[in-house]
């Protein structure tokens, strides 16, 4: 009772990456408030999963094992997870901001209402006095967040609702083996106890899933595309712009989320590091977390439409202007030069 | 029937794409003054897919939903020129203070009010608070099932819908059953522009809290054209727990705000111009950075 949970997601069989983080920091945050840390693994084929956790410091292991359950959809999940919550009552409850943990995450905090604290880059134990009500917290879980677009940082509690429930994105969290032989329980879930028919009326038709394969980290030129390249179709000039002169696309995780560009290319804290002799930003902003990944590129082309853009701190060569107006140029312009 | 019954739920946004130095105030609030209020990009994606279904099956509705201030029934306005049929601003002192929780109840409670919905449509995430919550929250307190991170709604017919999913790391196309909550990423069309005659018909749409000091001629000219009133509803057109509302019903509280800062260093400044590109092209041949 009162454990520290964290949602293990799945991959072809695997528990990803952002799940064994969050269980480093779940044993952290267990020992820090002296109690266990519990794993639940949601899908199908799943024997002897528990192994891939347990050396992370998983005291238990929940195992809903079904082929209804992979690959992941929405509402049986949600119902395992609301009904273990409920008879479980953790004090804590982790997932990783993924797709996955994104689509999840909300439904089972409303239906439990429970607070949901989106994309958290720390999380600590601390205490609270709540001065209005003359109300005293201790051992609460500090949720930290950016938001407004990264300009401001707010640290989140959740006082009186459990779970006190969090999502982190993959590569904020450390991943750390406690020991290969640490020893947990497995529970096996009886998933028909758990899951109503309704909840099977989403049907996944077709699925593609890729494993990386394209290599930003080793190219001489990156053309680099951030939310403000605003569509797909504009994200295509970049891709023109990156074959005429020979080089990558790059993205910044806005753009990444957004959907103009794939996971792979993602440049930052929590994408690849990259240190091209030519960098072109364009519609970056070049939030810290950005700049981490790309500020020892030895040049620094910056395309923004707002001059004061902090990306231009960082720039050679700062371009005030929009992009689908800029990109067609500089191709026109190095085609007629290199004729 | 025929045609859908489509909402599309819609956030007024501060743009902060665009946080210029005054975005701060010294106690390091946020100034939304200072911060032009736009229609959140991807409810504008989210819009689209509903007027692509209003295209396709005759006889569709599409009805803005947003919740916020008075100011807020700007984007319903913009949601009318490009095509929406009406909209409804729900605005009340009291749903202030509200986290995604107390935000997707009260916009749940709203749904439940306007009878019978096909399909809600939401971006999939708003810029400001940029947790992707409320249209997830909104499906479960309503028991719909939900399709997130769509690039496209494919098809939406005898009850099915089919959408094409955009994840991390693939697509995935998904079939699903009426009523149902979608939200829309930023990777699906553009939303189309505004439509000069719906300009024309809508530009002196308002809602209540926007009539406040309207002269006689004003008043008169709405109530000739009742198209011209854009829904207005507070916290008593609807059923709800006042417990669950605002500050009150937010689990979440903001224990603090930190303000992040950046500085500057000297750079080359260019212009968008053939010429101008022309020179920089020049200098990366010259100095074999490129070609
Ligand atoms: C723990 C953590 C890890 C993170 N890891 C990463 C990471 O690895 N990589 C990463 O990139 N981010 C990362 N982020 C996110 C980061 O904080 C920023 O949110 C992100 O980098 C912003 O992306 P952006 O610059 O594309 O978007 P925005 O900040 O939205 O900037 C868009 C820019 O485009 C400009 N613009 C708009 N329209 C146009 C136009 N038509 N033409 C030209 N310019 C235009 C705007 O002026 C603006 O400057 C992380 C955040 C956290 C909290
Ligand atoms: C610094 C800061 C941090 C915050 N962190 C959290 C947090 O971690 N957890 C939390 O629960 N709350 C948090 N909030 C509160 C949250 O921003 C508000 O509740 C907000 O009203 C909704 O959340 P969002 O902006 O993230 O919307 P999202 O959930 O990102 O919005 C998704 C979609 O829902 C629809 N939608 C959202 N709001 C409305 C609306 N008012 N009217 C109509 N449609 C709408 C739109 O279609 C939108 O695209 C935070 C607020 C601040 C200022």
């Known amino acids: 009772m009162n454990n520290v949970f964290v949602y293990c997601e799945i991959e072809e069989g695997q528990v990803a990456d952002v799940s064994l983080e969050l269980l480093t920091k779940g044993r952290k945050l267990a020992d820090d408030l002296k109690c266990e840390l519990e794993a639940i693994v949601i899908g199908h084929e799943l024997k002897g999963v528990e192994k891939q956790v347990m050396p992370f410091g998983v ?5 809903a094992d079904d082929k ?13 997870l609301v009904k273990l919550f409920e008879e479980e009552k953790p004090q804590i409850a982790l997932m990783g901001a993924t797709s996955i943990g994104r689509d999840l995450g909300p439904r089972v905090s409303s239906a439990l209402h429970s607070g949901l604290t989106a994309d958290c880059t720390s999380l600590v134990i601390g205490d609270h006095e709540d001065k209005k009500n003359k109300k005293e917290y201790k051992d609460l879980l500090y949720q930290i967040r950016p938001a407004f677009g990264g300009n401001i940082v707010a640290t989140i509690i959740n006082p009186d609702c459990r779970p006190q429930m969090a999502t982190v994105r993959e590569g904020v969290m450390k991943k750390e083996i406690v020991s290969d032989a640490y020893k947990g329980k497995v529970k096996n879930i009886d998933v028909e106890k758990y899951v109503k028919p309704e909840d099977f009326v989403i049907k996944v038709i077709e699925r593609h899933m890729e494993k990386s394969k394209v290599n930003i980290k080793n190219a ?15 994200f295509d000039l970049l891709t023109e712009l990156a074959e005429v002169i020979g080089g990558e696309v790059g993205a910044s995780r806005a753009a990444v989320d957004a959907g103009f560009a794939s996971h792979e290319r993602q440049i930052g804290q929590t994408g690849v590091t990259v240190r091209p002799k030519l960098y072109i930003a364009c519609g970056i902003s070049g939030q810290i977390q950005h700049t981490a990944g790309m500020e020892e590129s030895a040049m620094v082309i910056a395309i923004n439409t707002d001059k004061n853009a902090p990306i231009n701190a960082f720039a050679d060569y700062v371009i005030t202007g929009d992009i689908a107006e800029v990109l067609p140029k500089m191709i026109k312009q190095y085609k007629e030069n290199t004729k | 029937m025929k045609g859908l019954k489509i909402v599309v739920l819609a ?8 946080v210029g130095k005054d975005a701060m ?11 032009p209020a736009i229609f959140n990009p991807e409810d504008l994606n989210a819009l689209e897919q509903a007027l692509r279904l209003k295209d396709k099956y005759e006889g569709t509705e599409v009805t803005l939903l947003t919740m916020g201030p008075g100011r807020a029934a700007e984007i319903i306005r913009e949601g009318l020129y490009r095509g929406a049929d009406n909209g409804i601003l729900l605005s009340d002192r009291a749903f202030a203070g509200s986290d995604t929780l107390a935000t997707s109840y009260a916009l749940s409670c709203t749904l439940k009010k306007m009878g019978k919905i096909d399909i809600i449509i939401a971006g999939r995430q708003a810029i400001d608070g940029d947790t992707a919550q409320v249209g997830p929250q909104v499906a479960e307190k309503l028991g719909f099932p939900q399709i997130t991170y769509a690039e496209d709604i494919v098809s939406a017919e005898k009850g099915n819908v089919v959408v094409k999913r955009r994840l991390e790391r693939g697509v995935e196309t998904v079939e699903g059953k009426m009523p149902m909550v979608v939200t829309v990423n930023a990777s699906a069309p553009e939303c189309r522009p505004r439509n000069a005659k719906f300009v024309m018909k809508y530009k002196h749409a308002r809602a209540v809290s926007e009539m406040q000091n309207a002269t006689e001629d004003y008043i008169a000219l709405h109530s000739n054209r009742p198209y011209l009133n854009i829904g207005e509803w507070s916290v008593n057109d609807i059923d709800t727990n006042a417990e669950e509302l605002g500050l009150t019903g937010s689990p979440t509280k903001v224990k603090s705000i930190e303000n992040v800062v950046f500085q500057a260093k000297e750079a080359k400044v260019l212009e968008p111009t053939d010429a101008d590109m022309g020179e920089l092209m020049k200098e990366l041949i010259a100095n074999h950075t490129i070609g």
């Not at chain 1, 001489?220 to 504009?234: L, M, P, Q, R, T």
């Open chain 1, 220 to 234: 001489g030129i990156i053309v680099a595309g951030g939310y403000g390249v605003g569509s797909k179709a504009n």
């Open chain 1, 59 to 63: 005291d238990k292991v929940w195992i």
């Open chain 1, 68 to 80: 209804r359950l992979y690959p992941y959809t929405t509402l049986p999940h949600t119902s395992i």
């Open chain 2, 11 to 18: 956030k007024q946004v501060p743009d902060t794409r665009n």
């Open chain 2, 25 to 35: 105030k010294a106690d390091g609030t946020v100034n939304r003054a200072a911060l």
